[in-house]
């Protein structure tokens, strides 16, 4: 199990940290990297180790090309309509196929389900799930929270894990 939680700051790394600390998380912040690319990564920082650092990219088919990505979120949100016989989660078996080779973990974004069309989201989470179970990809899910009072659990997050059809976390 993941015993940690990924947060996104907005000026508000005290109030993060403050309510992280009331709830035992640990908590680690991703800032948005300046990039002259069209994609907007994000890069994950330790405060304590400067030097870990990890990409997290958004979902385009050059991210997971590419050798630096480690991480890959967003696919809920990526389609705006569904089609009629069939979900267009963002994510297909050529997608989880590269994600496997370049050895890619795929990120689950539980901050997705506030939104105003969660069932959607929910839904596509779960497709998502078995086509990374299928093809063994690593999965994991995170809050991504902007507000302290969203911080997740690691052991919640789990259990989200599982109600989506991830049996464990494969990170």
Known sequence: MIDFDIVIPNGNEKELLKEAKKLGVKIYFLYEKKSKETVKPYILVNKKDKDS?????????????????????????????????????????????LAKEKDITIVFDFSKLYSKNKEQVL?????????????????????????????????????????????????
Do not use: W
């Open 53 to 97: 650092k990890f990409l997290f990219c958004t979902p385009e088919r050059k991210n997971f090309e590419n050798k630096k990505t480690d991480f890959i979120y967003g696919f809920e949100t990526l389609e705006k309509k569904e089609h009629y016989h069939y979900r267009k989660s963002g994510l297909d078996q050529v997608l989880c196929k």
């Open 123 to 171: 839904g596509r989470m779960m497709q998502n799930a078995r086509l990374c179970k299928k093809y063994g990809v690593k999965t994991v899910v995170f809050s991504f929270a902007k507000n302290p009072k969203r911080i997740q659990n690691p052991s919640d997050l789990d259990a989200f894990s599982r109600v989506i059809g991830l049996e464990k976390y494969k990170y």
